[in-house]
């Protein structure tokens, strides 16, 4: 696939603090405006697995790239209207892809993240997709008690972290997306638990770093011992199904399958030959499982992309 350069575009001026819009209607963070975003959507950190997951699209209508680094590609899949969307790494930029998508999309939005994450059940080789059937908690750092350490001559929190409880993902869509995976990439290659969202991709996921005081050593025995069907570590999951049981004005439907990148107990780390085939057959499963998901009061109206194309 030819490499281009993914240029940012700047929205307008926007006057509401609440709400930052420019008068085309396009959204600060996301720069999309009505009908660039469809109610199917696959989220991934990297833009460029956006833009080769668009591929595998019958047609795209509409590519848009922000200057917040949102690459957005919406297009057709068996005439169903389907968008693909880059939002980068971290809890905060999920946060702002799914609050401004929610204003510009009619009806009910469903959301499957397709990413990488770390494997914490031993069994899992790298390369396998596990899905967050069963939900995902969060894992924060403390400051506070890290702070508290930090100034005391002794560990006074052993554990500095905060784990919250376990939020259940979309069942219709666990079903959906869990069907087409195990098709396309053999039943044995697919995995079900709970997943743990973490706000560092170092401190929070128990990598150890001497350059920093992280007092996470015993985290991941912490995580197992409370979470005994966690699978797997990833940075985004948990926010996506947190909104959507948030959302109060238009339903959200969210769930989520990583590709294990990094197997913690074998300390071993996916190639990235294997990585590219495994994106792609497992993006071609949830392109499918979304194009025959039936929506009802789905957008559909004449500023829509695909509207315009029919």
Known sequence: MEEK??????????????????????????????GELANRIITVGDPLRARSMSEL???????????????????????VPISIIATGMGLPLVDFMVREGRVIVDGPMHIVRFGTCGCLDGEIPVGHVIVASKGSALATRDYDAVEENLQSKEV?????????????????????ILSELKEKLGEEKVHEGVNITADSFYSSQGRLNPDFNDYNSDLIEEILRKYPDAVS?????YLYLHLARSSVSKPIF???????????????????????????????????????????DEMNTDECVWKKQN
């Not at 795209?60 to 690459?71: A, Q, V």
């Open 57 to 79: 699209l019958d047609k795209i209508l509409f590519e848009h790239h922000s200057n917040r680094g949102y690459s957005t590609y919406t297009g057709l899949r068996n005439n």
């Open 156 to 176: 006074k929190n052993k554990i500095p972290y905060i784990l919250t409880k376990v939020i259940p993902s979309d069942p219709e869509l666990n079903k959906a």
């Open 233 to 237: 570590f990833e940075m985004e999951t």
């Open 254 to 296: 969210a769930t989520a399958a990583c590709i294990a990148l990094a197997q913690r107990k074998q300390d071993v780390f996916l190639d990235t030959e294997t990585k590219h085939k495994v994106e792609k057959l497992g993006g071609q499963a949830l392109i499918d499982a979304l194009s025959k998901l039936v929506i009802k």
């Open 5 to 34: 350069k993914l240029d940012g575009q700047a929205v307008g001026d926007c006057k509401d603090v609440h709400l930052p819009m420019d008068d085309e209607g396009r959204l600060y963070h996301i720069g999309l405006k009505r």
